[in-house]
């Protein structure tokens, strides 16, 4: 049980291994995604509206 065990958190250490007796440290905090902002209205409404409009006083 020393630095040769694969199975002993001081084996892996030494291996450089990880599993369950040295699991990798969590980073869910720094993963984690910020809150989604809510789309604003789309405003392609109005502008079709307005160059209907201008396509009535050209013509």
């Known amino acids: 049980m ?3 065990d694969r199975k002993t ?3 892996k ?3 450089g291994s990880y599993g369950n007796s040295r ?3 969590s980073t869910k905090a720094a993963v984690a995604k910020p809150a989604a902002k ?3 209205p789309k405003k ?3 502008k ?3 160059t ?3 396509k009535a006083k050209k013509k």
Request: glycine share 12%; net charge positive; aromatic share 4%.
């Open 2 to 4: 020393g630095k040769g």
């Open 9 to 11: 958190e001081k084996g």
């Open 13 to 15: 250490r030494f291996k």
């Open 23 to 25: 699991p990798r440290k």
């Open 38 to 40: 809510k789309a604003a």
């Open 44 to 46: 392609t409404e109005a």
């Open 48 to 50: 079709k509206k307005i």
């Open 52 to 54: 209907k409009a201008k």
